[in-house]
């Protein structure tokens, strides 16, 4: 089976994984939303942002390291990322532990300690799946951690839901939160048939570390920006505010399904090209584009209907989310353009530029969201600190040209300006969506969409 075939066959699970857990995440955070407000769910949310980067940190980008590997596999190599991960897992969540009273002091939002508590000792869990996960998605083998992970996700509102109905408040989802890692830990260590042994040799982890820390600065720099909401808006704005933002965030992750998946796939698909540089550059290309088309109308589609939707499935409470959904949907969309550009520089073993990059970018959103939420426009700051950080893209691009043929611009230009006109027509006026008439009415737009369908088509054929 060709590589591309390959590609096309696990995003096609990819994306139907994502477009599945859509349609169940939507159903479960309207439940868990309406019952909990916008103040506990907000508390959770914050906990989780703060988990997420201590995750990130710990876990050092050594399940990247096994994914891109381009030898033959070797078990013992598994072996020591097992042991390593266990040993940071260990130390993560002990510093974590000791490190809960400042955090509690700096955000101020009631009972935060105690659920953070719970979460981080999670930590060891979720680190330790990395290993039989990282062997799968080696083999190309995302149908069954799709399938892992849509289980891992039902299992989550099935213990969440039934919790908050009965009064449990934020340990609701913190509780469904546990049982989905262990659950999830499970099934990836059986599916990847991987039997961890303890294994320790001194000039392997000199390797796996000398790649790893390189990737993992460009990413710990890059997940500070799940602190902006609950360090910056939860602190100036509050738990409420939290949750508004935080669910708007959710909304748009639900919809972002495609630039998930494709970012997931080319992690091990690009590795595959890294000693073709042209076949790496229009690779680049045609991800922007499939990208913004698959992206960017189901953004809008759902921005136009915010006024309705939010107070009819979430209720009245959660109006202000309008206010934000924006300019969060423009910073997926505009990530989704560039998502591939920083795949090809990890692939090219450039960590140290896409760090560069997202220096730039939390400089200009951490800061833009601070002075704006603190000083003048209360939690919508966070949205303008996303329109600050647009302009960090320019030196990802400076970057990219450095070592591939430019991608093709052009036609993912016109598409993102249509496209962002019309996610602010209830800021803008509604003449700002007459780009997107014109974008459906070019050949163009036209001829790209067939050649992913027959694509698609190809890839089943061949199966």
Request: proline share 4%; hydrophobic share 50%; net charge positive.
């Amino acid at each position: 089976m060709s590589l591309r075939t390959q590609v096309m066959r696990g995003g096609t699970f990819l994306v139907l994984r994502q477009a599945l857990g859509m349609i169940l995440s939507l159903g479960g955070v309207l439940l868990l939303t309406r019952i909990l407000g916008p103040k506990t769910y907000g508390l959770y949310s914050a906990t989780l942002n703060i988990f997420v980067y201590v995750q990130s940190l710990s876990q050092l980008g050594i399940e990247i390291y096994l994914v891109r590997q381009k030898d033959e596999e070797d078990i013992k190599l598994y072996h020591q990322a097992f042991t390593l991960l266990l040993l940071l897992a260990l130390g993560g969540t002990g510093i974590s532990l000791i490190g809960i009273p400042l955090l509690q002091e700096w955000v101020r939002l009631e009972g935060f300690s105690d659920v953070a508590r719970v979460m981080f000792l999670g930590l060891p869990v979720v680190l330790l799946s990395q290993v039989p996960l990282a062997r799968l998605e080696r083999h190309l083998d995302y149908k069954h951690v799709a399938l892992i992970e849509l289980n891992g996700q039902f299992v989550y509102y099935l213990v969440a839901l039934p919790l908050a109905f009965q009064g449990a408040g934020v340990w609701s989802p913190a509780i469904g939160w546990w049982m989905q890692q262990v659950m999830t830990l499970g099934l990836l260590y059986w599916r990847a048939d991987y039997r961890p042994r303890l294994h320790w040799q001194p000039d392997v982890i000199k390797q796996m570390l000398s790649y790893s820390v390189g990737y993992s600065a460009s990413s710990w720099v890059w997940q500070l920006r799940n602190l902006v909401n609950p360090l910056v808006v939860g602190r100036y704005a509050g738990a409420e505010a939290v949750g508004f933002v935080a669910l708007a965030i959710r909304i748009v992750e639900v919809l972002s399904f495609v630039k998930t998946a494709t970012w997931r796939l080319s992690i091990a698909a690009l590795a595959r090209l890294q000693g073709d540089r042209v076949r790496l550059g229009k690779a680049v290309s045609e991800g922007m584009s499939l990208q913004i088309l698959a992206l960017g109308p189901l953004l809008v589609f759902v921005s136009w209907l915010n006024p309705w939707l939010i107070p009819l499935l979430f209720g009245q409470h959660w109006l202000p989310v309008i206010q934000i959904y924006p300019f969060i949907a423009l910073s997926y969309l505009s990530n989704a353009v560039f998502n591939l550009h920083c795949s090809v520089l990890y692939v090219l073993q450039r960590n140290w530029e896409v760090t560069a990059f997202h220096l730039a970018h939390i400089i200009l959103f951490a800061g833009t969201a601070l002075v704006a939420t603190s000083h003048f426009n209360g939690f919508v700051g966070y949205g303008w600190g996303e329109v600050a950080a647009l302009a960090s893209y320019a030196v990802l691009h400076v970057f990219v040209v450095q070592h591939i043929k430019s991608p093709a611009y052009r036609l993912p230009t016109i598409w993102w300006l249509a496209l962002v006109g019309a996610l602010f027509i209830y800021q803008l006026g509604w003449w700002s969506a007459l780009g997107l008439v014109a974008l459906f009415c070019m050949p163009a737009t036209y001829r790209q969409l067939k050649y992913y369908i027959d694509s698609l088509r190809q890839a089943q054929s061949e199966r």
